[in-house]
């Protein structure tokens, strides 16, 4: 299972950055991507849920990014996207991207939950 994230960058607080991730399987066939998230991980703290969105779509967020930030998905393209508005220096860290799948390969039936590599993100004047 490949989790391939793309959109970090620096930007000024106010700013907006739009993160992609893109699932992929490199042998079999992806069967149903279940709930996709994105986490993040600032310098010296723990890695932190900031949305996560369920294969029908009703998404959560943390309180620190309400309003602010918004997770969406295009099955078709198995892709999870986070718009991220009003940035702030606070908003800094890796992003990753997390899901949980079920995929078939020689007929075999797998789920497993995978993780990307991680994207930076750096609010900064």
């Known amino acids: 299972v490949q989790l391939v994230e793309y959109g970090g960058g620096l930007v000024q607080p106010g700013g907006s950055l739009r993160l992609s991730c893109v699932v992929s399987?490199?042998?079999?066939?992806?069967?149903?991507?279940?709930?996709m998230a994105w986490y993040r991980q600032a310098p010296g703290r723990r890695r932190e849920l900031v949305a996560s969105i369920s294969s029908g779509g009703s998404a959560n967020y943390a309180d620190s990014v309400k309003g602010r930030f918004t997770i969406s998905r295009d099955n078709a393209k198995n892709t999870v996207y986070l718009q991220m508005n009003s940035l702030k220096p606070e908003d800094t860290a890796v992003y990753y991207c997390?899901?949980?799948?079920?995929?078939?390969?020689?007929?075999?039936?797998?789920?497993?939950?995978?993780w990307g590599q991680g994207t930076q993100v750096t609010v900064s004047s």
């Open positions: 997390n899901t949980d799948l079920l995929y078939s390969d020689y007929d075999v039936p797998i789920a497993q939950r995978s």
């Open positions: 399987v490199t042998s079999g066939t992806i069967i149903r991507i279940n709930d």
